[in-house]
């Protein structure tokens, strides 16, 4: 059963940093393109950004360029995004999603980000 | 960037009604369209890819159409399960979501 858990999120001050973890089990990790979607509370779905099977290919959404860094450990199934200088608008939960082909097919439960002073 | 459209932003409808969703890219991204549904404090869930194939699982009465900047989400016939807000992603350039489309039961 394919599954993805995200954690390490929580509440953090304007300015600073927080980093995402993604685990992924039930498939072969290394072989799929991995994203992270995030939404901030009662609002849409934002693509934040998208990292290739090897790490070869990396794109952020404009909104986040610059401050957050998409990184994955195929050794041991995992995603991450380092997330600095975090702004109130980055308020949202994250989600993790492995993209198949041309859509996301499995996505974790999510993890909220509260930046707040 | 690429801008998505979607409409309407919210839809009332009753049970076994044929529902209709829109969205429009603001430059052609060919085919280069996914369909999602979200229910509320869930995740999403892939419905369609490339504008018109059924992710495997989904039932039948969903479809999708459309290429070039106009697309289509179709419910040929709405089920109480299917209350949800549905988004509509382009993936031709990078990635983006349409506002999303709620939909509800009247």
Redesign the interface.
Same mark, same amino acid.
Request: aromatic share 26%.
């Given at each position: 059963e394919v599954q993805l858990v995200e954690s390490g999120g929580g509440l953090v001050k304007p300015g600073g940093s927080l980093r995402l973890s993604c685990a992924a089990s039930g498939f072969t990790f290394s072989s799929y393109s991995m994203n992270w979607v995030r939404q901030a509370p009662g609002k849409g779905l934002e693509w934040v950004s998208s990292i290739s099977s090897s790490s070869s290919y990396i794109y952020y959404a404009d909104s986040v360029k610059g401050r957050f860094t998409i990184s994955r450990d195929n050794a041991k199934n995992s995603l991450y995004l380092q997330m600095n200088s975090l702004r109130a608008e980055d308020t949202a939960v994250y989600y993790c999603a492995r993209q198949d082909g041309s859509g996301s097919d499995y996505w974790g439960q999510g993890t909220l980000v509260t930046v707040s002073s | 960037?690429i801008q998505m459209t979607q409409s309407p932003s919210s839809l009332s409808a009753s049970v076994g009604d044929r529902v209709t969703i829109t969205c429009q890219a603001s430059q052609d991204i060919s085919n280069?369209l996914?369909w999602?549904q979200?229910k509320p404090g869930k995740?999403?869930? =892939?419905l369609i890819?490339?504008a018109s194939n059924l992710?495997t699982g989904v039932p039948s009465r969903f479809s999708g159409s459309g290429s070039g900047t106009d697309f289509t989400f179709t419910i040929s016939s709405l089920q109480p399960e299917d209350i949800a $807000?549905y988004?509509c992603?382009q993936?031709d350039n =990078?990635? $983006?979501?349409?506002?999303?489309t709620k939909l509800e039961i009247k």
């Open positions: - | 960037d280069y996914n999602y979200q995740a999403p869930k =892939l890819y490339d992710e $807000t988004y992603q993936y =990078l990635r $983006t979501f349409g506002q999303g």
